[in-house]
């Protein structure tokens, strides 16, 4: 594994649903979440995490030092002894007199030394703050949630046989455009996980690849479609994060129609970066 990351970060990602869901709300019947007062839909980060886990599964299966630490069906507890296990000791509920449990935590899973954990649900492995933190997602425009009713010719029931078929209902958006944005801390990175290089350049890849393994009837059709990349050339940086962010400006082409596509819009990307930031386009 390469040597930690030396540069601090921030990053835009631009990503659109079409006739979907990209990230249900379970308190509102699992229609898409939306802010009550804008009307603009919200994407999770801890969706977004999920999406990233994911992929760095599937593409680093059973490599050393990528496995994931919050995946369905473990239970953490577990994998913290691990640890224990490692050095030879009893599982236990206190807190670890030194950081040697972390580290090995950090070195052995991808999504701590990416975005942290705390290891503290009953087998104590400490806490670490990961270098990596994402914001929610925020549509561009306001969403328009529709409930769709389908019909399904199969029962799952023998008294349902002479129904004919059964009714559902399915919660999608004709369509949005969401803009997320993301910090990584090389100091986080040096100091606490060592998320390394090439760490680094496979978080990139998960974002540009993220939804290319997650498609299902249910999300429709999700891409990503941009990641600026804003890289500075020192660890802890050269200017403040929000006036990176606002180089990167998203507008509708047409105000008379609701957005039905990403060529309804029209992204500028401004040149004038401060000195000692490096903008990349990665998408």
């Known amino acids: 594994m390469s040597e930690p990351i030396k540069n601090r970060y921030e990053f835009v990602l631009l990503f659109d649903v079409e006739n979907g869901n990209p990230n249900g709300d379970p308190d509102m019947g699992n229609m898409p979440r939306i802010d009550p007062q804008t009307g603009h839909g919200i994407v999770t980060d801890v969706c977004l995490k999920r999406k990233i886990r994911d992929y760095v599964d599937i593409v680093k299966s059973g490599e050393q030092g990528y496995d994931i630490y919050v995946k369905s069906g473990v239970v953490l507890n577990n994998q913290h002894k691990k640890v224990y296990d490692h050095f030879g000791e009893k599982p236990s509920k206190k807190k670890p007199k030194d950081d040697k449990y972390a580290r090995f935590m950090c ?4 999504d701590i030394r990416t975005f942290g ?6 087998v104590n492995c400490g806490q670490v703050r990961g270098p990596v933190q994402i914001n929610f997602g925020r549509s561009i425009d306001p969403i328009f949630q529709q409930e769709v009713t389908i019909t399904r010719q199969a029962v799952a029931k023998e008294e349902d046989a002479e129904k004919g078929q059964t009714m559902g209902k399915k919660q999608i958006l004709p369509y949005a455009l969401y803009r997320t944005e993301g910090y990584i801390s090389a100091n986080l990175a040096q100091k606490t996980t060592g998320f390394s290089e090439d760490d680094l350049k496979l978080f990139w890849e998960s974002l540009v690849n993220m939804f290319e393994h997650d498609h299902s009837a249910a999300r429709g059709k999700m891409s990503a479609r941009k990641l600026i990349v804003f890289k500075h050339n020192t660890e802890l940086g050269s200017c403040q994060s929000h006036k990176l962010f606002d180089l990167v400006k998203i507008s509708k ?12 819009y029209e992204i500028e990307i401004s040149k004038d970066v ?9 998408l």
């Open 117 to 122: 954990a705390v290891m503290t649900t009953g």
């Open 274 to 282: 401060p000195d000692g930031v490096e903008l990349i386009e990665k």
């Open 253 to 264: 082409k047409s105000g008379d129609l609701p957005p039905r596509s990403f060529a309804d």
């Open 107 to 110: 070195d052995n899973f991808f």
